[in-house]
């Protein structure tokens, strides 16, 4: 399983990005995706995810309101993107931002130690 997360950059404060991730090397079935962040000496947290087969979504309270998250998969599940667009950004939203994935049923886990799969991450720098 391959994870590429693209999009991050420098922003200013009030812009936007879209941050996107690639998954494949197997079929994707049951497999949730999800977007986390890292800032600079905070611990990993949980920002967005979006299940493998019905559509649905969810959204971390720091971000809910000025996001979207939405999944796209192809080739009968084989490959899979997810993208996460955050509006009105704000200098706290410097991070490094991960995308992940891991086999899940039922709800959209939001701890770290629930996803198996990580992409390298791709930083995202708001300035002031």
């Known amino acids: 399983v391959q994870l590429q997360a693209s999009g991050g950059g420098t922003v200013q404060t009030g812009g936007s990005v879209r941050l996107t991730c690639e998954a494949s090397?197997?079929?994707?079935?049951?497999?949730?995706m999800a977007w986390f962040r890292q800032r600079p000496g905070k611990e990993r947290e949980f920002l967005a995810g979006?299940?493998?087969?019905?559509?649905?979504?969810?959204?971390?309270?720091p971000i809910k309101g000025r996001s979207t998250v939405f999944r796209f998969n192809a080739d009968n599940n084989a490959n899979s993107t997810v993208y996460l667009r955050i509006n009105d950004l704000k200098p706290e939203d410097t991070a490094i931002y991960y995308c992940?994935?891991?086999?899940?049923?039922?709800?959209?886990?939001?701890?770290?130690?629930?996803?198996?799969?990580w992409g390298q991450g791709t930083q995202v720098t708001v300035s002031s």
């Open positions: 979006a299940k493998w087969n019905d559509g649905g979504t969810t959204l971390a309270d």
């Open positions: 090397g197997r079929p994707f079935s049951f497999y949730n």
């Open positions: 992940a994935a891991a086999v899940q049923v039922g709800a959209i886990y939001r701890n770290v130690e629930a996803y198996d799969y």
